[in-house]
């Protein structure tokens, strides 16, 4: 493609500041695309990798979700025939020094039949067995981590357990590669029985691993299993454990593939802008090449493989920015992971899927080749005769902007029709779908519209500037419409996520104000979402004691799994529950739920468990436990913000029959008048801190400690919010750097008759602020109207929990300030350009 | 009968006649019955391939007590360690069965609990020595298929087979012709020969010939055991109470 | 009221080119004065030095007292408004803006109150005859119309200085002696200072005074 470097490289290379704001919008979709995904496929490696590193040969895994089960399973799953070899595991995450740390307990007596250690052939790694299962401090660590800590054996690596921080040693190193590789190397292996004791476990596994004999096959094994354990237990192969964990990140894969399509969407528009501005600006050249022989379909040709060249270069662009986006996001999934599965992973490989780096590109190079399609036409249309003469540019034509009227209605039609079939999936999105799109054909129209409503006003303002500033507008509809309709879609997405933002602080601040009503909570960790300790039940009498304490709520919180995906089980005690049953009502009736709860006979289930479960009131849900299944009735709906993944609340008698498990996870407590929180905080530290391991936050703390939780969950929201204003604004130079070029005579005339130079300053300013205005009132106008579906998608596939409709008019009206103020940052650079220069070229200029 | 146990046990002399295997072994297993016995020794683990000079980093000295009482087959047995001071306390329960896999108990007096061994697991080496939880199982001499394999240096070389579950698939047995004494075993699992065993400086203790050295080599992991019996008693008044569960947690 | 002190101008480029070459040029308050010349000889850039749109290399350019080599772009911007009048050969007008609303520009920029301008651009349009045409766009006007315009919003405060470049150039013979006369109506009633970059031998003929220019150097000075 000679005309490619002939003709299009050196208007790019004039232009390269422009081409580089045009793919800004390919970028941070691409970005945000690949980033999200990459760090979705990273994190599920890794801890695809450690399931299968740490599950060595076992083929098969029994577990009763997070609280666990008896040590007596263990013989259990031993007697069956078919099995060869079972051992039992507990596996938590401790901090040491900084790092996570993988804790595999395992019996170290038996679990070589499932895991090689790898410590023989090591030149420091001798092991003594017997000193290592004789003294309970043993810990055996990976090569990696030891070579990171400078541990070597006998070394001292102090651990957070129960009983507070404690010293173990380093007995044994593990060769890298196979179990040592798991966790990223940041593994060390215990004693299962040490492990019991140092998490506060009782005698509980959790977990056993197993082979089975040679000649029975997997679903022969796991069917045999589940026949003698009974249905409380999962007996699955350990890679099932990634596939529920891919379920479950394929919600935030939703929630960013959205906004990078907004993103994209966005970006399609500035590359329209460029493109269309760049056809009217090489006219001329387009009419020689014409006038020399070039046929229209080359001169398509010409300008679509531009685009295309463009979408390539935004996706690498893009690519290479997603992929820092993805080192950032991985943590954040790390740590989502072990909160949902027990196995945090840290930071993984991050590598680019050859696959996602594929549909990227194509992403990217569709964008920009659609966005390049009209331009293209209207380039392979241009009259060589017409384009030689020197005149004025053509403007959009009437016609297109009929048809496109046209087209419009049908989608604002056809999305109305969608509205009425509310909340089927496909017809849902569609009708998203649909109304940005006709937004977007509308937006044109309505541009010059307001354009020509606003002339007056500016007018008024400054009659010079004002009136120029507006006609610059009206009389280049392409300049504008394109930049018009980025920040409006930019605009839009800050009103719907703000919206989203505003409202579910809203609701999470009434949530908080009824069920975090207590004075002080007592936890084993110091926050609300590890559950690695456990305390003992009786601390609870021990709490009753302090002077100034009223009342002590215990609460036993695990991750269990309902219908094969994970939902959080809040065992609760009388006070406990009638303080969860009081949360803001959905369905039900808060006495007979509580009454039906603590009669251990129903549960009551958070708004997001029976939205995501589509359970509804009076409904059974089977609740697996290790003495079978819980057959519970749903008697209530209230709206809790405890898990993303939904809530039951059942009694805590009902949990400690089924479970046989007395452990406490958090204790609530309220006080007596007269007493201050931070002087019982003191006294129940100083009475437990010495024998136990326990954290006690004060309701301002624990308040504070899920407003971070939140404002977390919604930060990437906020900065992927920023880009994209911040391309619409990129937009809004664009346009102005076109602007400028093209009224360059027209600015020069208004220099050569006495306009000074803040006179020529203030009307590119007002061209600006113009555009910000005119993008200001169809933002906020989509913006309702996105924020609508925005909600309804949340309810149905991201949360569960149905937000409400309201307005966001804070930030609608803080918009203002903050996009006039960004267009005239956006201004400042093209009204410079406009004020130097030569006025003799200037008005030379054609 | 097996290993550990006759490397515990020794082995005692006596004379021979025209036998077959079986009748070799019963002989065996009758000229080291005793009541009651106890030893106390020193183990001696070389955990480097490369081999253990004496004062190696890679050699781990062990100071144990192995009382046992009761027949052939449904004796009852405890390991205890007593030193160094890191796995003094740390016992083993063996209680035997004629007809069935031995019940092994191991107690931890730092961690606080005993916790049953399991039979999958019995084929892995018992803390870091080149024996198995296995090798520590007494076997009658009827739970084996015997055939003798030939003579040489006073010695008969039998072929045993077991008849129960066990992690070998047959041994060869090394007995002295002239005492009827094991002089060397050697075991062989499905990859090949697993471990060897040599018997040395014999002694007639209490009218039972008593090898007070038995060195053991895993001939796989080319590490190697050895062990020295400093006190050997026989006969002694133990109590079967002493040899359960509960008694091994007490006795410390 | 315009002296030139030997003032040269020359365009860095590839190659220097010398636009102007040490001029030095006296016009006085009133004269009516046409500035002749082959294409490429300075002509133009003479007249953009004169009326501040550009700055000499050397020299100096003084414009009723004011040596404009001293002022920053602002003050320049001042003087042109103030005092001197353009009227180029493709008029310039805004096309958005109508004929009265173009004659207003200036005024505007000057920041006169509304109805003064309004009052001061009918004057003017009615002055160049095309009161008629007030709310019409450019597009709407014939060349000679146009020109008229410009030469409207040229003279909105009377400015002491007219300066004209190639007024004639875009339009047919007829309508350019139309323009011709206009321009030198103008002269006469309100005693402006005028000078007319031409090559058209009639118009320079039509002047008191013809400057000749070659090769950016006075070739001759030319007093009828």
Redesign the interface.
Known sequence: MMLLRLISWPYARKHGFRWLLTIAGIVLGVAVFVGMHTANQSVLAAFQQTIDRIAGKAQLQVTAGEPGFDEGVLDKVRSLPEVSAAAPVIEATVSAGGTNLLILGVDMLGDRSLRTYDLENSEDGIDDPLVFLAQPDSLMVSKTLADRKGLTIGSRLPLDTMAGQEVFIVRGIMQPGGLAGAFGGDLAVMDIYAAEKMFGRGKRFDRVDLALKEGVSLDEGEEKLKASLGPGFQVEPPSSRGQQFEATSRVYAIASDITSLFALFIGMFIIYNTFAIAVTQRRAEIGILRALGATRAQIRTLFLAESALTGLAGTALGIVAGLALARAMAGYIGSLLQDVYGVAQGAGEITLDPKLALAAGAMGVLTSLVAAVIPARNAARVDPVKALQKGQYQSLSEGENRARRRWAIACVCASLVALGFGRIGVVLYAGFLLAVLAAVLLSPAVTLWLARAIRPVLAKVRPVEGTLAADSLIQAPRRTSGTVAALMLSLALVVSLGGLARASYDAIAEWMHVSLNLDLLVTPVENLTNRTFVLPESLGAGLRAIPGVADVQMVRGVRIQVNGSPVMLLAADHGALMRFSHQPLVAGHPARMLEQTLAGAGAIASENFVTLHGAKLGDSVEIPSPSGMLHMRIAGVVRDFTDQQGTLFISRDAYVRAWNDTGITSFGIFLKPGFSAPGVRQAILNAFSAKSRIFVMTNAEVRGYIDRLTNQWFGLTYVQIAVAVLVAILGIVNALTVSITDRRRELGVLQAVGGLRWQIRHTIWMEAAAIGVIGLALGLGLGAVQLYYSVQVTQRDIIGIDLGYAYPFGIAFGLLPVILGAAWLAALGPGEQAVRGSLVEALEYE | MNKIAIILLAAAAGVAWGQDGHQIMLEVQKRQHTNSMRYEGTLYSCTSPKGCPANSKALVTKRWVYERIGDFGKSKGILRFTGPAEVKGVALLIVNHPDAASDQWLWRPAVGREQKVAVQDRSTRFFGTDFTFEDLEERDADQYTYTIDGEMNGQWKIDAKPKKASGYTHCYFYIDKTNYTFQRIECYNKKGLARTIDYTDFEMIQGIWTARSVGVIDTIRKTRTAMHYDKVDYNLPLKDEAFTVEALRIAE | MISLKGVSKQFDGARKVTALDRIDLEICRGELVAIVGPSGSGKS?LL?LI?G??RATSGEVVLDGSALSQLS??EL??I???KIG?I?QFF??????SCL?NV???L???GWP?KK?AERARELLELVKLDARMDHLPDELSGGERQRVAIA??L?VYPPVLLADEPTGNLDSVTGLEILDLIHDLHQRLGSTVLVVTHDAGVAESCARTIHIRDGRVFEDVTK
Not at chain 3, 92 to 97: A, G, Y
């Open positions: 850039t953009n009326g749109l550009d772009d602002d911007t001042r042109r408004r103030d353009f180029f310039n007008l805004l096309p958005t803006l609303e207003s520009l200036p505007h920029l000057r509304r301008t919003r040229a909105s």
